[in-house]
Nanobody, 121 residues
Framework: QLQLVESGGGLVEPGGSLRLSCAAS????????ITWFRQAPGKEREGVSC????????NFVNSVEGRFTASRDLSKNTAYLDMNSLNPEDTGVYYC??????????????WGQGTQVTVSS
């Protein structure tokens, strides 16, 4: 059974950093891409960043460019989202999803519980 579990969220002050984790089980990370999504209060869920099956990272939101980096550790079968210079607009629930390539919200068939990120002073 393919399973992803998000963790690492929390409360952080503006300008701070967080590392989110997406622990994978039932499959090998190097066979799939992991896309990170977030949903801010009152807004639609959006794709943020992705790490491909080949390990290439990309961002989908201009506001996170240069601040967010998606990566993975194959020895731990875990994907990560490193978030730096956080601001209140980054607040939301963050999710990870798998597919053969970087994906979009409409194509994700199953969502995990997500991890809450709150940026506030």
């Amino acid at each position: 059974q393919l399973q992803l579990v998000e963790s690492g969220g929390g409360l952080v002050e503006p300008g701070g950093s967080l590392r989110l984790s997406c622990a994978a089980s039932g499959f090998r990370l190097d066979d799939y891409a992991i896309t990170w999504f977030r949903q801010a209060p009152g807004k639609e869920r959006e794709g943020v960043s992705c790490v491909t099956s080949g390990g290439k990272s990309s961002n989908f939101v201009n506001s996170v460019e240069g601040r967010f980096t998606a990566s993975r550790d194959l020895s731990k079968n875990t994907a990560y989202l490193d978030m730096n210079s956080l601001n209140p607009e980054d607040t939301g629930v963050y999710y990870c999803a798998l597919d053969f390539t970087c994906t979009i919200v409409d194509l994700v068939r199953s969502w995990g519980q997500g991890t809450q990120v709150t940026v506030s002073s």
